[in-house]
Every structure is written in structure tokens, then in C-alpha cells.
């Protein structure tokens, strides 16, 4: 489950959403949400329907962890309609139950476009009531991207709300661990010991108490969730 950590919706953040709602309205939209991706937390300065976040972020069902629209942007998707990422890399079992959980708020399709900025990502999440096909997303894709250009993170004001990111969510040790492992992806127990100081039988520890600290099934799994968001420096 995502730590919740208090924001507050104020006038100026929901200007900045008032405006791009109406955008994407008048692209066939019902809704949208912009999110902000650091190293240990993401913020959401939210216009999904209400209730939404508390069932997926700030719920107990761990849905994110699951989810093919966020797992996308984290394997590095900066482009796409959540119906090619559900068909991509959704199966059975918790990844369709995220997809329905979509749907059950009207979401049958969406669009997402990630930006890179210096110490974060930004992204716009679009909802459709019904599939986006490619003429559409394409004639969609400039104008958002131009739109999410000019926003300014620091311009948002306070967030809807911040949760903690699956990397905040690691003792001071493991996000060594973590960290070295993201910045370093070949490298193996021994070498990751090395460039900490610490033993194998530590590094092994370590990456056990990590993973199942996140809800994972492996460290390459952890390593995945981590990742989003993470820019060195």
C-alpha cells in the first residue's frame, strides 16, 4: 500500500487542471490527471472521478504494483493508449483485475504521455469512455505533448495528494542496494557488495528483506516497481 502523505487540493492546482480538462475534453476526454515521478515519491494533482486513488494508490489492494498503465510508463513507454498496454503486458489474475477496476469508473480506454524533466518524470493520463484508435491518439499525441511542455511543475502548486514510491519504502540500506543495483542493472551479488562495502551474505539479505518489504515476488521484480521515477543526482 502507498503511504499517504497529506497535500492539499488548492485554487491554483485546480486551475492548472481546470485548463487541461477542458483541452482534453474538447479531444473526446472525460478525464485526466497529471503525476509527477521523483526517486521517492510521486505526486498527483488529480481529476479522475471521485474515488478513484483511494481504491488504487491509497487502498489496501496494492493495485499499482499491477497495473499495465503504470508499468508501462515505468519500463520506459512515454506514448500509448492503456488498451495497448493492458494487451501488452496484462494476463490474468491481479493485472486484469486492475484493468476492470479502470472500467468500473467509466474507463474503458485511455492515453498516456510521459515527459522527462531534469530531476523527474511528468505524466498526463487521458480517460476514454471508449477505445482510442491510432488516427485519433496520433492527432491527439503533438498537442499534448506541446501542453505538457509548458507545465511547470514548481507553477502546480500543492499536489491533490503524494504517496510514497515503492523506493521511499526501503530502509536507508536497502535503497543502497536499490540504488546501486538501477544505476548499475548488470551487475551481480559480488560486484553490488564491492561498490557498497558490505558482504555477500549481506547483499543477499538484503535483497530478500527488500522485496518482500514491497510485496514482490523477486528483485528483479523490486528493481522494476524502483525505477520509476528515478533520475541520478
Same mark, same amino acid.
Given at each position: 500500500m502507498a503511504e499517504y502523505l497529506p497535500g492539499g487540493n488548492i485554487p491554483n492546482s485546480r486551475r492548472v487542471i481546470a485548463a487541461l480538462t477542458?483541452?482534453?475534453?474538447?479531444?473526446? &476526454?472525460?478525464?485526466?490527471?497529471?503525476? %509527477?515521478?521523483?526517486? #521517492?515519491?510521486?505526486?498527483?494533482?488529480? =481529476?479522475? /472521478?471521485?474515488?478513484?486513488?483511494?481504491?488504487?494508490?491509497?487502498?489496501?489492494?496494492?493495485?499499482?504494483?499491477?497495473?499495465?498503465?503504470?508499468?508501462?510508463m515505468r519500463i520506459g513507454w512515454t506514448s500509448y493508449a492503456w488498451q495497448e498496454a493492458w494487451g501488452a503486458l496484462a494476463g490474468s489474475g491481479s493485472p486484469l483485475e486492475a484493468r476492470r477496476y479502470f472500467e468500473?469508473?467509466?474507463?474503458?480506454?485511455?492515453?498516456?504521455?510521459?515527459?522527462?524533466?531534469?530531476?523527474?518524470?511528468?505524466?498526463?493520463?487521458?480517460?476514454?469512455?471508449?477505445?482510442?484508435?491510432?488516427?485519433?491518439?496520433? &492527432?491527439?499525441?503533438?498537442?499534448?505533448? %506541446?501542453?505538457?511542455? #509548458?507545465?511547470?511543475?514548481?507553477?502546480? =502548486?500543492? /499536489?491533490?495528494?503524494?504517496?510514497?514510491?515503492?523506493?521511499?519504502?526501503?530502509?536507508?540500506?536497502?535503497?543502497?542496494?536499490?540504488?546501486?543495483?538501477?544505476?548499475?542493472?548488470?551487475?551481480?551479488d559480488h560486484q553490488l557488495g564491492t561498490g557498497l562495502g558490505i558482504s555477500l551474505r549481506t547483499v543477499q539479505a538484503t535483497k530478500s528483506r527488500a522485496f518482500k518489504r514491497l510485496n514482490c515476488r523477486s528483485w528483479a521484480e523490486a528493481v522494476m516497481l524502483c525505477r520509476m521515477g528515478w533520475r541520478a543526482g
Open positions: 477542458r483541452w482534453a475534453e474538447g479531444v473526446g &476526454a472525460f478525464a485526466i490527471a497529471l503525476q %509527477a515521478y521523483r526517486a #521517492r515519491s510521486t505526486s498527483v494533482w488529480d =481529476g479522475f /472521478p471521485a474515488g478513484f486513488w483511494e481504491g488504487y494508490s491509497l487502498g489496501q489492494q496494492d493495485m499499482d504494483r499491477v497495473c499495465a498503465v503504470a508499468n508501462a468500473s469508473y467509466g474507463m474503458r480506454d485511455g492515453l498516456t504521455f510521459v515527459i522527462s524533466r531534469a530531476r523527474s518524470r511528468i505524466g498526463l493520463y487521458m480517460a476514454f469512455a471508449e477505445p482510442v484508435d491510432d488516427a485519433r491518439r496520433a &492527432a491527439i499525441e503533438k498537442r499534448a505533448f %506541446a501542453r505538457l511542455l #509548458r507545465v511547470q511543475e514548481e507553477d502546480l =502548486g500543492p /499536489p491533490s495528494f503524494t504517496f510514497a514510491t515503492n523506493l521511499g519504502r526501503l530502509s536507508e540500506a536497502e535503497q543502497r542496494l536499490m540504488i546501486r543495483q538501477i544505476l548499475e542493472p548488470e551487475a551481480d
